[in-house]
């Protein structure tokens, strides 16, 4: 689908970075905005003319990924060139850019929320075939799912979310393609960092070897933490509890 950015004007900055905007949808351009949606955040302070992007994750395990994948994508698809670092007083590891130009686009035109997003969240309507879709769902679940390997041998995919209709979506794109899953909507979770003592999310858990595996040949993840427990995963090494490939793991 082609993208309107006729509204859309470059501020010198932008210029000097060699700032582009994409014309035309792209699976690259749905995974990134997918994980923008799972671990960004879009500001806009308009008083102050503070346009803001920041996307950032855990420095233990997360630095690779923004390397290798995120930070190569801001530059094949806007032409930027960023640099990730330690942010948060050294306890998040990402990318913080102002561009009054990519916050309205990712707001505008492919319908991403500022401020608040949880309230808000949802597929882009932009985004309207299965393959661009699950490109996204791809983007969120390398920031906002895990990959658990069990000590018992089991494999479970988790996925969770603030917003109620965004894991609705999400859990309907996943069970079309024949994933089974345990659907959890408006669930408490205990939390002792709350007065309250829970928190309330919506969770999905997909833990048949059949599921994962359709999971991974249709939709998969880029992020290097995922992949190498994939990896471990299929070759049945598993913190060494002797776990054993499935059946059809071994036709691979």
């Not at 505008?108 to 309230?119: N, V």
């Not at 479970?156 to 309907?172: D, H, L």
Request: charged fraction near 30%; aromatic fraction near 10%; include cysteine.
């Amino acid at each position: 689908m082609k993208l309107d950015i006729s509204n859309i004007t470059f501020s010198r900055e932008d210029i000097i970075k060699g700032f582009k905007l994409p014309t035309k949808t792209s699976i690259d351009l749905a995974y990134l905005c997918g994980v923008l949606a799972g671990d960004g955040n879009i500001h806009i302070r308009k008083n102050k003319y503070d346009y803001a992007i920041k996307c950032v994750g855990n420095p233990k395990d997360e630095q690779e990924f923004y390397y290798i994948v995120i930070c190569p994508l801001f530059k094949k698809i806007f032409g930027l060139k960023i640099i990730p670092k330690l942010l948060d007083k050294n306890t998040t590891f990402g990318i913080t850019l102002w561009s009054k130009a990519l916050v309205k686009f990712l707001t505008e035109t492919i319908g991403l929320p500022s401020g608040a997003k949880h309230p808000s969240l949802r597929i882009p309507k932009i985004f309207d075939t299965k393959e661009l879709k699950l490109a996204f769902i791809q983007g969120v679940a390398d920031t906002d799912f895990c990959f658990n390997l069990k000590k018992c041998g089991r494999t479970v995919i988790v996925g969770a979310s603030k917003t109620r209709q965004f894991m609705e979506e999400i859990s309907k794109e996943v069970e079309e393609l024949g994933i089974k899953m345990w659907k959890g909507f408006d669930y408490k979770i205990k939390d002792d960092r709350l007065k309250k003592g829970f928190c309330i999310t919506n969770r999905i858990e997909i833990g048949s070897k059949k599921s994962i595996l359709i999971w991974l040949n249709n939709i998969g993840f880029r992020s290097p933490k995922h992949l190498e427990k994939i990896r471990r995963w299929k070759c049945g090494r598993v913190a060494g509890d002797g776990f054993e490939p499935t059946t059809l793991l071994k036709q691979e």
